[in-house]
């Protein structure tokens, strides 16, 4: 089975475009996931590649930006080209089948689901993982983050 579920911040704004004849949307972006923290407290992130088609492509170019939170789950596709220089290049993407908001700017999240059906995080919406600690979300102690403040 490859399915994928990443909470992350979008790294820079959606590129939207068109295919060539048949006119979908595509929308790439990429993603800083949080790795654990590792034992000396210091924290690091992986940078994914995302790929998304259709109105999941055009919502996710229409409402988001750089520094937001988003929660998707999809599958992972591995590729190759020939680069300019003469040297083979291998990509690694995830494509995605649905998303979620994770923070909309204003405290309130909105839910999508491109697919319909009881796939993805639209319909149930994320619930964040209670501690054992006295039930408090993983993300109490969070504090918002200003665009500029994010050096990517």
Known sequence: MNRVVLIGRLTRDPEL???AGSGTAVTNFALAVNR???????SEA???NCVAFGKTAETI?????????LAISGSI????????????RYTTDVYVDSFDFIDSGN??????????G????????YNAPKDDFGGASYDDDMTPIDDGDIPF
Do not use: E, V
């Open 77 to 88: 596709r591995t590729g190759s080209y020939d680069a300019q220089d003469g040297t083979k």
């Open 118 to 125: 009881n796939g993805g995080f639209g319909n149930s919406g």
């Open 17 to 19: 475009r068109f295919a």
């Open 107 to 116: 405290g309130a999240g909105a839910r999508s689901n491109s697919g319909g």
């Open 36 to 42: 654990p923290r590792r034992k000396d407290g210091q």
């Open 61 to 69: 170019a229409q409402y988001l930006t750089k520094g937001r939170q």
């Open 46 to 48: 992986d940078f994914i």
